[in-house]
């Protein structure tokens, strides 16, 4: 058997493969953006976080920098700080350092390897912080007990969710995802979420196409993934980045649109493309802090602070328990 049939035959039934098997057959195709976080697209994320026009982690990095020292100073003493989605681990770090003596950190994320790497470093830093990895989706539905096995009993739970990540989700995985967050939490846990709600598509629509192009490599190294992992053999040159403004669903969307008529073969299989036809590769929803916060309380969680950011309007919020809150109703993604 051929190197290539070979890797067909391993990569059928990976998570990878399933979805991109079944978002490619749909009539607006579409994979999702998990999948755009291997190792380069990370250190490709790093890049675009460093751009001027992406203003949501500068905006977040100055609310953790203006507000963290007093939140420390309050929150209980050996805190077990809980992070999803922790990429780099950059925002972490401003935490840890506000908080009293932390106890442990479990760092979860879907690119592997670049999540071992980032809290092996983040460990050197706080050597006294027992540091965890967990190489996890959070969206599966079992995701959340399996890190819910892996966290201290001992110290005071906090969440910490930045990078509004959130914003991946639409309203009702949203939803799910907040509710899970909570039964692992428990009762006098704290979550730390950060929310974009910036509407106006000439600050957006930079922020997801910016002029060096970072944004761009980011979404069509998806397609190189593709390519590596699945026995892809789709013509880069043949593709272009796009970011849209979807006002009705209050959202940017990422497309990578076919340049001309071509097929493209994926584990064996062919997917024909028109000229102009694209595969939807990411939403970042924008919430209102009223949509937001009506979302957090379905899910079991009341509002305490908010620090928003001047310029840019980002939040930062830190949501409280609500006690004894029945979980919403497990449903796939
Ligand atoms: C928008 S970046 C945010 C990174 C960092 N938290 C920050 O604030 O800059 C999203 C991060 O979530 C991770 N991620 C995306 N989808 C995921 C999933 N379903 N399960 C686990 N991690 C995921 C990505 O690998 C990436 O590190």
Known sequence: MSRAATARVYAQDTPFAREVRTGLAQEQ????????YDRRGSELFEEITQLREYYPTRSELALLRDHLSNFGRDFGKHACVLEIGAGASRKTRLLLAALRAPYAYLSVDISEEFLYEALQELQSE???VRCTPLFLDFTEPSA??????????EGPRLGFFPGSTIGNLDPEEAGRLLSRLGSVLEEEGALMIGVD???????LLPAYDDARGVTAAFNLNLLVRVNRELDGDFR??????EARFDAEHSRVEMHLVSLLPQRVSVLGRTYLF????SIHTENSHKFSRAQFLQIAAKAGWSEGAIWTHPDSGFE?????????HPPLPIKRN
């Open 236 to 241: 880069l040159e043949n593709f272009r980045h």
């Open 316 to 324: 930062v919020h830190v949501l409280r328990r609500l006690r004894a």
């Open 197 to 203: 709600s910036t509407c106006d598509p000439k600050v």
């Open 274 to 277: 028109e000229a102009g036809e």
């Open 29 to 36: 195709k579409s994979i999702p953006c998990t999948w755009l």
């Open 144 to 153: 959340l007990s399996k890190i819910g096995q892996r966290l201290p009993a």
């Open 126 to 128: 706080f050597p006294e």
